[in-house]
């Protein structure tokens, strides 16, 4: 699906990652890959997993940075001249934000670094990457999660940061689609990553989910870069501005089973 685009993703931490999911599957739909790592401590195990997917395209970039950012796109047109897909795998909150109520842990400081870090930076990237995405009809995909429309233990201002996130998907749907790109989100079903044990309680999360999902079971990485080509691909050439749920279908229940409850 995927033969001879160019496609950057931002985010690979680990073979673990929703990132790598979406690396592997991509990769194997033919796409040329190329990789942004956060900085020295990361680059090598960045580079490592980049050569599994056959790139050795891998650039410095911390997103908190604009002067990064555009740094890597010029670094990424003395190698590619033109681009066909960003995708956007970042989000962070400090760790104190995600663990007790929200109305005691929640710092002003702590709020600007989740929003900056994962809303903002998607917005930066496609702002950065337009110039080689020209007459190319590209895409750009973000990650989110449920917890952006319904309240959940422990995400507190994680939640605020991707409401926001899934917002500038349908402005930047709005504004990249006068030039042919579309742009869309992946709401994600939980997943043990390691960003993920960020939050408290994430293995009780992962158990209520598979136990209430309507396919009784938690997705994997692999689901959701298959998911993540598709939407990259001209099969999907007339969806944009979308979220696209790749849970088990939690996110359609009010109640699990019945019998769960007490009589």
Known sequence: MLKDKNILIVG?????????????????QGANLAFTYQNERLKDNVVKLAKEW?????????????NEITEAFVELSKVWDGLDCIVHAVGFAPR??????FLEVTTREGFKIAHDISSYSFIALAQAGQEMM??????????????????LPNYNVMGLAKASLEASVRYLAVAAGKDGH??????????????????????????YNAGR?????????????????????D???GITGELVYVDAGFNVTAMGGIEEAES
């Not at 104190?96 to 109520?101: K, P, R, V």
């Not at 020209?134 to 309240?151: A, E, I, P």
């Not at 079971?217 to 080509?229: D, F, H, I, L, Y």
């Open 182 to 207: 579309r742009v869309n989100a992946i709401s994600a079903g939980p997943i043990k990553t390691l960003a993920a044990s960020g939050v408290k309680n994430f293995r009780k999360m992962l158990s």
């Open 54 to 66: 056959g790139s050795d395209v891998c650039i410095p970039c911390d997103v908190a940075d604009d």
């Open 235 to 237: 099969m999907a050439s």
């Open 134 to 151: 020209k007459g190319r009809n590209g895409s750009l995909l973000t990650l989110s999660y449920l917890g952006s429309q319904r309240t």
């Open 213 to 233: 999902a309507p396919l009784g079971r938690n997705v994997t990485t692999k689901e959701v870069g298959n998911t993540a080509s598709f939407l990259a691909s």
């Open 96 to 101: 104190e934000e995600l663990d007790g109520n």
């Open 12 to 28: 690979v931490a680990n073979k673990h990652s929703i990132a790598a999911g979406i690396a592997q599957s991509m990769h194997e």
